[in-house]
């Protein structure tokens, strides 16, 4: 597959090179990336590399969406493109060396698919995995503007209880190094009225029992919610469970590469974090954030 600026999906909304942030002294890293192979990104790994060292980030770490054994939705590489996912993030570390570019993959869970997990895992020396959860079913990515109709057919209660409990389940694989932008289920701003937390315990519990990283993401500032991923209460919740958080930006152009990283550091400041990890090899670091 050939890469340009004209692979894109509109799935996610438009993409741009450009975003307003102040300069990244102390987050020190970018684990959360894409590349066009996943039909909804533009730019190649070696310019969110360069985007990264601009910003003076220690490192950045490239993680598309994990391919599926047959057809499965648009907005994945293809099973067939992934020796060239592994050739692009060759070529940007050669290009930037001796800058650290870790190999990633973000993989969407889903109960029964396992074996298919277990496969990936064993595919390239990865530095680390993503587990995410976009699907509370089959055809239905709950972050996808296609479906957001059904928000309307069901309760929000019953959306967020499938939401998390397929969450918890992906935790308790043990197959993942960090999880991605954990209350995605908030993208649209559909939420439940009332104490949220019940929601959100059977998670910080599974992190902590599994020793899984969260991660703390800004994409959801550039999403009708308009709010990190996770919120605040979740995130001192976490925090006072000593789960441990890297900081995404789940770019999907070199510009947002570190988007918001000032408002991420004042928000995981105020839970209580002075640490976050680096990974290479699927060994954690702990490193300061300031």
Not at 22 to 46: E, K, M, Q, R, S
Request: aromatic share 10%; net charge negative.
């Amino acid at each position: 597959m050939r890469l340009t600026p004209g692979n894109v999906n509109p799935r996610r909304g438009s993409l741009t090179f450009l975003c307003s942030r102040t300069n990244i002294l102390f987050v020190p890293a970018d684990y959360h990336t894409h590349t066009p192979l996943c039909h909804h990104a533009i730019g190649a790994p070696v310019e969110y590399a360069l985007a990264a060292i601009g910003l003076g980030l220690d490192e950045i770490g490239i993680s598309d969406h994990s391919p599926m054994p047959g057809p499965f939705d648009d907005w994945r590489m293809d099973l067939a493109d992934f020796s060239d996912y592994l050739a692009l993030v060759s070529e940007a570390r050669e290009a930037v060396a001796p800058y650290p570019v870790r190999l990633g993959l973000e993989v969407d869970y889903f109960a029964g698919q396992e074996s298919w997990i277990e496969k990936l895992t064993g595919l390239a020396p990865w530095d680390y995995l993503i587990g995410a959860v976009h699907y509370l079913g089959p055809g239905w990515d709950v972050d996808n503007p296609k479906w957001i109709g059904r928000f309307e057919e069901l309760p929000v209660e019953e959306i967020w209880t499938r939401y998390f409990a397929e969450y918890e389940r992906c935790v308790r694989s043990g197959a993942f190094d960090f999880v991605a932008h954990p209350d995605l289920v908030k993208k649209f701003g559909h939420r439940p009225a009332g104490d949220l937390r019940p929601y959100y315990e059977p998670i910080i519990t599974a992190l902590v029992e599994t020793g899984t990283v969260m991660e703390v993401s800004t994409a959801g500032l550039r999403k009708p919610v308009g709010e990190i991923y996770p919120g605040p209460e979740m995130l001192a919740m976490a925090h006072a469970a000593g789960v441990e958080i890297v900081i995404s930006s789940d770019a999907h152009a070199p510009g947002e590469v570190g988007a918001d990283f000032d408002l991420a550091e004042k928000l995981v400041h105020e839970a209580g974090y002075r640490h976050t990890v680096q990974f290479r090899r699927r060994e954690k670091t702990r490193v300061p954030l300031s």
